[in-house]
């Protein structure tokens, strides 16, 4: 066998399942640096306005993204990726995914979000499907490392039809 061979972790897109929790609080835990209720996780995946998926590598759920299906609009409510596998396209592949999925259920419906405003990495995220800044929302989070606060951008994106198209067509 060669040795210059390449190895491709296996690595599955599914539905988050109540098995997930806690490997669900743990990459929010890292990637948000807050913790949410016990009962967050759970409910979002019970709940039928939700779509909450997550990505298995080599059996480790390592990233996930969730949207909710609001009367007047799609609100993406979370997107984490593991430190470890960051940068290798599996937000962008999520996002991809919840938007379709929004074109689907309610293709007239624009998408929303809240980000961190210092969120640069989330915000570029976003930004190549569309989104585009619309509000500020003062002292929304707060700090992990000190009492104080971050402020929120709110974005939208008024055609996620054209959004989801726009990653794919790169
Ligand atoms: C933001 C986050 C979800 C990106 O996940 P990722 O899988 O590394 O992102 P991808 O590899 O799919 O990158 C998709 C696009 O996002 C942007 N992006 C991702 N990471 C970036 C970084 N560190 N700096 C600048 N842009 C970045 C780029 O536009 C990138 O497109 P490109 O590769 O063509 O440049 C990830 O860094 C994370 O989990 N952060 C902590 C949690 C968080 O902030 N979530 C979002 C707010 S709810």
């Not at 480790?60 to 969730?66: D, R, T």
């Not at 915000?123 to 800044?133: D, H, K, T």
Request: charged content about 30%; hydrophobic content about 45%.
């Amino acid at each position: 066998m060669s040795e210059n061979r390449t190895v491709v972790a296996e690595r599955v897109v599914r539905l988050a399942a109540e098995t997930d929790t806690a490997a669900l609080r743990d990459l929010d835990d890292v990637g948000h640096g807050t913790s949410w209720p016990d009962d967050y996780f759970a409910d979002s995946i019970e709940r039928s306005d939700v779509l909450h998926l997550v990505v298995d590598e080599d059996a480790q759920l390592v990233a996930h993204a969730c949207m909710h299906f609001e009367d007047d609009v799609s609100r993406v409510a979370n997107v984490a990726v593991a430190e470890s596998a960051r940068r290798r396209g599996l937000a962008d592949m999520l996002m991809t995914q919840l938007l379709d999925a929004a074109v689907l259920r309610a293709p007239a419906r624009p998408c929303v979000l809240e980000v961190r405003a210092d969120n640069t990495a989330a915000v570029a995220l976003y930004r190549s499907f569309g989104f585009v800044p619309c509000g500020i929302r003062r002292d929304r989070y707060p700090l992990s490392s000190s009492s104080g606060t971050s402020d929120a951008l709110v974005m939208t994106l008024d055609d996620p039809a054209m959004g989801a198209a726009r990653r794919k067509d790169r």
